[in-house]
C-alpha cells in the first residue's frame, strides 16, 4: 500500500511537472518602432515620436513584436496593450496589433485609438480586444498613427506587451 | 502490487524521456534597419508595412535585421531557419545570409539563401537556410540582406523570418 502511495504521488508531480508552462510576455519598446522617412522619426526613453514640424502630418510608425511559441502547440494570446503619449490637443494615437501570415497576409487586426492630450498628457495604455482562443502562431506587429508635434510638444509610441497562455 | 508499481515507473520514465517540444521564434520585416557607410547621400530608401521592409529606390539596398532571443542555461540548438520574400527584380535576387554573431561583433557561423528568378508581380517565395545539426542557439542573431532596385515600381520585399530550436 505504502508503495503505492509513493508510486502515485511520484507520478503526480511528474504529470504536474508535465503541464503546460506559464504565461509568457513579450515586451517591444517603441524604439524598435520605424517609418518610412528617416527624418520623421526620434527615439528617446519614451520610445518613438514624430519629429516632423508643428503643421505637418501624421506619421504611420510600424513596430515588430516578436514572440516566441511551442510548435505544434495551442499557444494562444491572453493579452495585449500598447502605451502610448498623446500630447495634441485635437488629434489621436492609433494603433493596430496585427497577426499576419508568413507571406505577410494578414490574420487577425484589432484597432485602439487614444483620448486627445494636452502638453500634459501622461502614458494611456490602450488594450486590444483579443477574442478568447486567438492563437499565437504567426508572426506579430504594430502599427501606430502618431500625429505631428502639436505646438512644439511630441506624441509618443511607447512600447507594446503581448501576453500568450505558455 | 509489484505490477502496479512497475507500471508506474515505466511510465514515469517515458513522460522523462518525452523531447520538450520545439520552439518558434518569429520575426517581422519591420524590425529590418539600412545598411550604409557614413556620409553616403543618399540613404537608402526603405519603406515598411504588412509585407515586411521593402527598397523604394532602383539602387539595391542592404539591410540587417535583428533576430531578439533569449537563450536558456540548458541550452538549445538550432533546428532550421526560413524566410519569406518578395523577388520583384528580373535583374537581382534576394541575397540574405542568417549570422549568429558573439558579443564581440564577430561572425560565428553563417548560413546563406538566395532567391530564385523573381520580377514584378511575383508572388512570394520560401527561402530556407541549410542549417547545420547542432548549432547551438546561443549569441546573437542577425539577418543580414541585399534586397534588389524597384523594377518599373515592384518593390521587393523580405517579410518575414522564422528559427526554430529544439
Known sequence: MRSTAIATTALALLLLSAAPGEARVFMAHGNACQTDALVAIGYDLAGAYNSRDAGSVARTFECPLNITYQEGSLTTIVQANTVVVNHHRTQTVSCTLENVDFDGGVLFSNTVISAVGDPHSTPQRLFYTIPAGTLAPG???????????????????????????? | MKRITVTIIALSAALLSTPALARTWTFHGTACQPVFPAGIVPVPDLGY?????????????????PLGTYSPLSGRTLLHAQMSVYDRSTTADVACELRNVNSAGGIVRSFSAISQGGGPGTISQILDFEVEPGTPFLGFWVLHCTLPGSEGGALSHVTTTVLVTD
Do not use: K, Y
Open chain 1, 139 to 166: 508572426v506579430w506587429r504594430v502599427h501606430c498613427f502618431v500625429p505631428p508635434p502639436d505646438n512644439g510638444v511630441q506624441s509618443f509610441v511607447t512600447g507594446s506587451m503581448l501576453m500568450t497562455s505558455e
Open chain 2, 49 to 65: 508595412s504588412q509585407f515586411g521592409v521593402h527598397n523604394n529606390s532602383t539602387n539595391p539596398a542592404t539591410i540587417e535585421c
